[in-house]
Nanobody
């Protein structure tokens, strides 16, 4: 079992920045993928960015160059923290953001955090 605890988010004006954090702990494997997804009202959940334990990243086209995903893995393997730095935020970035951790066939989700961008 892997536990995810998210922090960050909130409200910001368009053009502003926010940073999300998510810490994973528990029965983690050495190879895993951590990611951020978001779900806006009335829309399907979408992948925003992901990063593997080897550092390979992937971004939704609309956030490339604006959002940056990074991670910090504890040397003893006790916890992994993933960050999402969001710059130049737009109203269309308003959504609930979810942290995701995947290893093998196991998939875990954070509790979600609201990001609201006002124009």
């Amino acid at each position: 079992q892997v536990r995810l605890v998210q922090s960050g988010g909130g409200s910001v004006q368009a053009g502003g920045s926010l940073r999300l954090s998510c810490t994973a702990s528990g029965d983690m494997l050495s190879f895993n993928v951590m990611a951020w997804h978001r779900q806006a009202p009335g829309k399907q959940r979408e992948l925003v960015a992901s990063i593997t334990s080897r550092g390979r990243t992937n971004y939704l086209d609309s956030v490339k160059g604006l959002f940056t995903i990074s991670r910090d893995d504890a040397r003893d393997g006790s916890k992994n923290t993933v960050y999402l730095q969001m710059n130049s935020l737009k109203s269309e970035d308003t959504a609930v953001y979810y942290c995701n951790y995947r290893q093998g066939y196991q998939d875990y989700w954070g509790q979600g955090t609201q990001v609201t961008v006002s124009s």
